[in-house]
T-cell receptor, first 115, second 112 residues
C-alpha cells in the first residue's frame, strides 16, 4: 500500500512570508494528524482530523497556523506569517480510525527553514 | 502537565551488544505508551505499543516493558545490529485526551 505522501520535502522562506504544506494520507484512513518537530525534540501534535472534522486543535497557534481537510482526504497546513521559531519538520500521519490504539503511519515530513 | 524524559540522549555501541533505552513520565494516568523509530530525514515508524494494563510487548529482538506506577518504560534491543542505528522515541497517551506527549528521543549508533 502507498504510504503517507507529503510535499514539498524542503521549503526555505523569509520570516513574515506565508507557506503551505500538503499531505495525502493512506487510502481509507479516516484520521489525519499534523505534527511539528523542532530539531532535537519529539513531535508535538498540532491538529487532528476525523474525516473532514477537527478532533483536537488545542496546540495549534491559531493566530498564524491554519489547516483544512475539506473533502476528508488530503489536507493542507498553512503558516501566515511565518516566524523564526517555526523552523521545524512538519510531519503528517494517518490512521484507520481515531482510536488511541490505532497505529499512526507517518510521512517523511516537510523541513521548513525560516531566514 | 505530562513530561516525558528519555535517557540516555545518545548511545554508541559495538555490534552485538544488548541495549536498554529508558523512558520516564511524570503522570501515571496514561492510556498507552508507544515506542517509535525515526531514521534521519524520515518520519516515525511504530515499533511497539503497550496498553496501560499490560506489562510488556515483544517483537523480534525488541522488548518493551511498562511500569505505570513508577512512570517508567524500557526498550530492550537484543543483539544490536548496524541497521538498528536510528533515533528511538517514546510517546505517552493520556487517559482523557488524544494528544500524545513525546520524549526527545535516544540517538543510537551501532558500529560494526
Amino acid at each position: 500500500e502507498a504510504g503517507v505522501a507529503q510535499s514539498p520535502r524542503y521549503k526555505i522562506i523569509e520570516k513574515r512570508q506565508s507557506v503551505a504544506f500538503w499531505c495525502n494520507p493512506i487510502s481509507g484512513h479516516a484520521t489525519l494528524y499534523w505534527y511539528q518537530q523542532i530539531l532535537g525534540q519529539g513531535p508535538k501534535l498540532l491538529i487532528q482530523f476525523q474525516n473532514n472534522g477537527v478532533v483536537d486543535d488545542s496546540q495549534l497557534p491559531k493566530d498564524r497556523f491554519s489547516a483544512e481537510r475539506l473533502k476528508g482526504v488530503d489536507s493542507t497546513l498553512k503558516i501566515q506569517p511565518a516566524k523564526l521559531e517555526d523552523s521545524a519538520v512538519y510531519l503528517c500521519a494517518s490512521s484507520l480510525t481515531a482510536g488511541r490504539d490505532q497505529p499512526q503511519h507517518f510521512g517523511d515530513g516537510t523541513r521548513l527553514s525560516i531566514l | 502537565k505530562q513530561e516525558v524524559t528519555q535517557i540516555p540522549a545518545a548511545l554508541s555501541v559495538p555490534e552485538g551488544e544488548n541495549l536498554v533505552l529508558n523512558c520516564s513520565f511524570t503522570d501515571s494516568a496514561i492510556y498507552n505508551l508507544q515506542w517509535f523509530r525515526q531514521d534521519p530525514g524520515k518520519g516515525l515508524t511504530s515499533l511497539l505499543l503497550i496498553q496501560s494494563s499490560q506489562r510488556e510487548q515483544t517483537s523480534g529482538r525488541l522488548n518493551a516493558s511498562l511500569d505505570k506506577s513508577s512512570g517508567r518504560s524500557t526498550l530492550y534491543i537484543a543483539a544490536s545490529q548496524p541497521g538498528d542505528s536510528a533515533t528511538y522515541l517514546c510517546a505517552v497517551r493520556p487517559g482523557g485526551s488524544y494528544i500524545p506527549t513525546f520524549g526527545r528521543g535516544t540517538s543510537l549508533i551501532v558500529h560494526p
